[in-house]
């Protein structure tokens, strides 16, 4: 004899528009981070007040390495628990300067100056504001044509 298993309808305080349910976070994280550090609360440790359960955080590195989605799956203002959701890998994210130009110029996150070429001579920062790191490559290999 099978289990007759009763459905139990879905009430209607029971769905609401999920801006109101839970919040999507985007995180730039830095280059570098690993799948296992997105779930490590000592990552969170900063910004665990502004989480609840079900929040969700998509996070992408400064260097578009990956994109990967985490959700809040515990938290009680100081403590949290994460699990991921999705992790892909990006392909071609970032081509390697050739030997000679790696000795003369240097790429550097800077915070508000976002990524910026350096000149190794002098220590000028010839090129600033550059939103990725592929795109600081770009601009380099261009400049040195």
Known sequence: MQDQRQVIPLKLDGIQL??????????RVPAGTTADDLVDPEFYVHVIPKLKMGDEIRAIPTDFAFRAEVIVSYTDGKRVRLRLISF?????????????????????????????????????F????IPTQQEAINWLEEYLK
């Open 18 to 27: 999920s801006e109101h349910a839970y919040s999507r976070f985007s995180a």
């Open 126 to 129: 010839i090129k600033e504001l």
């Open 88 to 124: 892909i890998e990006l392909d071609d994210t970032t081509r390697e300067l050739d030997t000679m130009h790696r000795k003369n110029y240097e790429l550097k996150m800077r915070g508000q100056q976002k990524w910026c070429v350096q000149r190794l001579s002098d220590g000028e």
